[in-house]
């Protein structure tokens, strides 16, 4: 994506160092022809959303990793924070997520029935970057899941009677997040959903961050193959 950006104008973010889009820093000035005009005004927008939900979604890894830390090993209150720092990730990955999406929507440029090359190279560019921008969706999904998870948590943790509210302090990040919702049915938990397993040799957060990466790592994957597309179409553009 280096050609790519070298070849258009528009500035892009501080992206992850690992992204195949980070190369990208500006699309400049391309030839003044629909398919050209459409790689600066519809491509390169979406290029500069995926790198910003790219940043935003590698950095909920170290907030997963002060969790574990604070919520269960030290029972701080500094869990709050991290909560509130790990939602304030949301915002801009929606905002980055629905730039993209108007982006990507112009029916004018990317056709239902293409007619000729070029309308079939935008649509796979299309198509290439909505399947990279696919995995930070579903990251999206895992970071306000939590979040949302861990608020209902709360709530649910002060209607708790003060009898039962000390058991719950014992560990409260894990208590906090797999109490939230429906209660137990008879069969009781499993023992991988129960708060009281969780401590300093096992992380309630884990599968949620692996699960995160493993999005980035396959996020990224496709990210490259929408840049080598993305490079071969900028060469056609060059003035």
Known sequence: ?????????LPAPSPSPQSALAPLRTIASVRATP???AL???VAPAIVGLLESDRAIDASAPIFRAMYQHGTIEHSASMEFDVMHMESLITPLVKAQRAIDNALADNAVFLKSPKTDDDRKLL??????????ARQKDALNVIGGLVATYQLGEMQQQDTPVSA?????ANPSAATLLNAGVAPGSIGRLPSEDPANYGPFQDPFAPLRIAI???RQDGDAKESIASR??????????P
């Open 1 to 9: 994506m280096l050609a790519a950006l070298a070849a258009l104008s």
């Open 35 to 37: 398919y050209c005009s």
């Open 40 to 42: 600066r005004r519809n």
């Open 124 to 133: 796979e560019i299309k198509r290439e970057l909505q399947a990279a921008q």
């Open 165 to 169: 509210q000390d058991s719950l302090r």
């Open 213 to 215: 990466e493993r999005l």
């Open 229 to 238: 597309t993305i490079v071969t179409a900028v060469e056609q553009c060059r």
